[in-house]
């Protein structure tokens, strides 16, 4: 590596060396460097573009008044090294000027600078020190939807099952959130593994969550649109009988052609006066990210779903040819803006039904990574996104070739010359109607693991971002939607990133199979429940780990041993895992949690509660007893990943209204309803007639 491209590189934010987990030093090979720099708009093929390079980064550097973002927190100005003889302004956003200084009321301004004959402007972002964390300690469920059957369901778990789930847990059991998987609109189409967490669109949700039955205009279709409708209505009924008879796996595509041909009927319902306003407002308040969003859609349904294989003049959002299909595609454009209002409403009144319940955070969404690469949203962000590249992580002791997400990274000199707009609109999306929102990957914030296209992860490097202006913008959005943020932690956390969330009021998430004594130099045992952190979410398990009862019996080592996924012999993994299983058993009887007349899955629970993490979680299929992972990592078409109903323990469905009469839910119930005072005079909104 030459001098100029390691400093090219430094300048730009790319990392040149990297610290793996277990504290080995690597250095990034040189065409990784030049690849990453590519995909940042910097040549540095060769050593005198490299040169050419680094001295137009300087010389633009010196020229610049302002940096691309400056974060007012807490009413602390930060320094600007500006000239003696500059006027500086601040342009409110909601109207008129004020003086730079700590009085900014919280919000998204406009800084204005200003010397003879030169002038600059940057977005300033002025934001709370911290975010409210929780007082008093919370209890809630975590799920993935689609996973939730009710015998109303159409073959996956819907908003309406959410209404319900919240409703009762939140009424019969104190509980106090719901913690959901991605909701993001999915890529349309068939996929090997049909992951929450790749999605089409980060800024809408998907359609396939409607219970299309709970439309208001359903009411009042008539004729052929009435008898389609009814028709589907059966079909999914079928359909769903079967999943919950355990006969198949959830199946997105046949449910999707259902509901959209039933959507599709309903659409055509005139709307009322009042709902017509509703949704004016709606497509009036979403602006151009809705109409990119629909455009995206119905480009889709006639070109395909990779955007990169349409006609090259359709691949521009902004390009004539785009704004001429749009107009040629009205009606479907109209439909998929239809669609994103309805679901909008759906989960509105899901949040609603948690609150009316007593609920004192209600649904907690989930923000994913990033994005599929030919989805609408890197269709309509390709100026902020990095082409060529993956999002990933590098190797460690849980992935010894590392992580290839699949998703394109933010390219940090694109995001912050939008201004961190397109940031801030995914998250003031996900923060809507909910609580809180868990930031998946939240060190992602800080920096990323970008991977080459076509070469494997170990050979990615780390692409630093601005954390400054990146959290400002997160912190700013959870403030005005007056809910809490929480950031999934797990894994390699560089030095100082949690110190940095934590003084914002960002919690963690404390998982127990990670949990341990000692660090990079090994684990020395349980870490004792008076040693967890308290601003935190913390639960035994996630979607990507074991289930409870699985990792008690060791079925999880069977299972990867049936797939050919283990790196060490059977009866080594075998071995290891009972260790890990006994080890924490006899933290338990330390503890005197253990006999436990309800099992060892109500006695972990119980040291959950002996730690003093604020929010505490309950996988559901742990109160089920199901010891089927919902994912297994590492694989695609030979785990049925993503498509799991919540089963009993020997793999059976359990509908929705079968989970009160279940012994274990009512156990678990019982474990957290200490944790406030007030469980027991909660205070409910009186049920509604239609709720």
């Not at 189409?189 to 709970?214: I, K, N, Q, T």
């Not at 359909?239 to 259902?258: A, Y």
């Not at 599709?264 to 509703?278: D, I, K």
């Not at 359990?654 to 027991?680: K, T």
Request: aromatic share 6%; with cysteine.
């Amino acid at each position: 590596m030459t001098d100029v491209l390691g400093e090219l590189a430094r300048v730009h934010g790319v990392s040149t060396v990297y610290t793996t987990d277990r504290g080995q030093r690597v250095t990034v090979s040189p065409d990784t460097l030049v690849a990453v720099l590519a995909a940042c708009g910097v040549d540095a093929a060769t050593d005198a573009s490299a040169r050419t390079a680094l001295q137009t980064h300087r010389e633009r550097t010196a020229a610049r008044l302002l940096p691309p973002c400056v974060v007012v927190r807490g009413g602390v100005v930060p320094r600007l090294d500006l000239p003696p003889n500059a006027t500086v302004e601040v342009e409110l956003e909601e109207g008129g000027t004020a003086a730079l200084s700590g009085s900014l009321p919280v919000g998204r301004h406009t800084l204005h600078v200003n010397t003879p004959g030169r002038s600059e402007c940057a977005p300033l972002l002025a934001v709370p020190a911290r975010l409210p964390v929780p007082a008093e300690r919370h209890w809630g469920f975590l799920v993935q939807l689609y996973s939730v059957l009710s015998r109303r369901s159409w073959g996956m778990g819907d908003l309406g099952d959410l209404a319900e789930l919240a409703s009762w847990s939140g009424r019969a059991l104190g509980a106090d959130f719901v913690q959901l998987g991605p909701l993001h609109a999915a890529v349309p189409g068939p996929l090997p593994d049909p992951s929450p967490y790749r999605p089409s669109s980060r800024r809408y949700l998907d359609p396939l969550h409607l219970r299309v039955e709970a439309i208001l205009e359903y009411a009042y279709l008539r004729g052929e649109g009435r008898r389609t409708a009814e028709r589907c209505v059966v079909q999914a009924g079928i359909l769903n009988e079967g999943m919950l008879r355990g006969d198949l796996l959830i199946d997105r595509e046949t449910v999707r052609s259902l509901k959209h041909e039933a959507l599709r009927a309903v659409h055509q319902v005139p709307l009322s006066p009042r709902r017509a306003a509703a949704f004016a407002h709606f497509v009036a308040r979403e602006g151009q990210d809705l109409t990119d969003f629909a455009t995206w859609c119905a480009l889709a349904g006639v070109h395909g779903r990779a955007w990169r294989s349409w006609p090259a003049a359709l691949r521009d959002p902004r390009s004539p040819a785009v704004a001429r299909a749009r107009r040629e595609l009205a009606p479907e454009v109209d439909y998929h803006r239809w669609l994103a209002w309805v679901t909008d409403g759906h989960l509105a009144a899901a949040q609603a039904a948690a609150t009316d319940a007593g609920m004192e955070i209600g649904l907690i969404q989930d923000l994913a990574v990033g994005v599929a690469p030919e989805g609408a949203d890197s269709w309509a962000l390709q100026d902020c996104l990095a082409a060529g590249m993956s999002v990933g992580a590098p190797p460690d002791d849980f992935n010894p070739r590392g992580q290839d997400w699949g998703q394109p990274p933010w390219r940090p000199d694109g995001l912050a010359a939008a201004g961190y707009a397109p940031l801030a609109g995914l998250l003031r999306a996900g923060l809507r109607h909910a609580g809180a929102l868990r930031i998946d990957h939240v060190m992602g914030l800080f920096r990323l693991w970008w991977v080459p296209e076509g070469r494997p992860p170990s050979e990615g490097t780390y692409v630093g971002y601005d954390a400054e202006a990146m959290l400002g913008v997160l912190t700013l959005e959870a403030y005005r939607a007056g809910a809490g943020v929480i950031g999934e932690d797990l894994g390699t956390v560089e030095a100082g990133v949690r110190t940095a969330l934590d003084e914002r009021g960002i919690l963690g998430t404390s998982v127990q199979r990670f949990e341990y004594l000692g660090g990079s130099e090994g684990r020395h045992g349980p870490l004792p429940p008076d040693r967890w952190r308290r601003d935190c979410l913390a639960t035994l398990t996630t979607h990507d780990l074991p289930t409870t009862a699985a990792w008690l019996s060791g079925e999880h080592v069977d299972l990867r041993a049936r797939l050919g996924l283990l790196t060490r012999p059977e009866a080594a993994e075998k071995t290891e895992a009972a260790a890990e299983r006994d080890g924490w058993l006899a933290e338990l009887e330390r503890l005197g949690l253990l006999p436990d007349p309800d099992g060892d899955v109500v006695a972990l629970h119980r040291f959950l509660c002996r730690t003093p993490a604020c929010l505490l979680g309950v996988w559901l299929p742990d109160a089920t007893g199901d010891r089927r992972p919902q994912n297994l990592p590492g694989t695609s078409t030979a785990h049925p990943n993503w498509r799991l109903p919540v089963s009993d323990a020997r793999g059976r469905p359990v509908p929705l209204e079968d989970l009160p009469a279940l012994p274990l839910v009512a156990a678990l119930a019982e474990v957290f309803a200490g944790l406030r005072a007030n469980v027991r005079t909660r205070k409910e909104k009186d049920v509604r007639p239609d709720s």
